[in-house]
Structures are given as structure tokens and as C-alpha cells.
């Protein structure tokens, strides 16, 4: 189960994201955090404890990070899980969303 925590200032969001990345997370996602962070210069994802995350997921990020990114915003995605890293790299997620999306 996806959970999340909000931690916010003027310009940056920090989003800690807890559990599981699939498409139950879907609508937590796209109708919670995508309008709450979008007013945001800056936005943090800290993934520290994601531990799964899905295609869906792949997707829900992959979406979610490029409409910020279109916004102007800037996105980090922070203490990724070496699980979760692998996946990013065999998906070649820095190529997709930008080096700079990722510590």
C-alpha cells in the first residue's frame, strides 16, 4: 500500500513516498500529490522507503515527473532503494527523465 507525507515550504515539496508503487497508487498519485505539488518551484521525491515498484508505476512516474518538468518545475527523486535503482537502470530511467531527476 502507497502512503505519503508532505512536507512543504514557499518553493519546494518534499514528498516522502512510503510502500509500494503499482496501480493502486494510481489515484493518490495523480489526484493528491501531482495538484498539491504542482504549485512548487522545487519537488522532492524521497524513495528511501519505496521498496516495489511496478510498470504501472514506471509509468505513474514517468507521466507525473514530465508534466512537472513541462510545468517548469524542478524534479528530484531522492534515496532511491538499491532494488528500486536496479529497476531504474535497467529501464534506463535517467535517459528518460534526465540526469539531473536523480542524485
Do not use: W
Request: charged share 35%; glycine share 6%; with cysteine.
Amino acid at each position: 500500500m502507497f502512503s505519503y507525507q508532505m512536507i512543504t515550504d514557499k518553493e519546494k515539496a518534499l514528498v516522502i513516498c512510503k510502500g509500494d508503487i503499482d496501480i493502486d497508487a494510481s489515484e493518490i498519485i495523480e489526484e493528491d500529490i501531482q495538484p498539491a505539488v504542482s504549485g512548487h518551484e522545487s519537488v522532492i521525491f524521497d524513495f528511501e522507503k519505496i521498496y516495489f515498484v511496478d510498470s504501472s508505476g514506471i509509468g505513474l512516474m514517468i507521466k507525473l515527473v514530465n508534466d512537472l518538468q513541462k510545468e517548469g518545475r524542478k524534479v528530484r527523486i531522492e534515496r532511491i532503494r538499491p532494488e528500486v535503482m536496479e529497476v531504474f537502470e535497467l529501464l534506463q530511467m535517467d535517459e528518460i527523465l534526465g540526469k539531473e531527476t536523480f542524485e
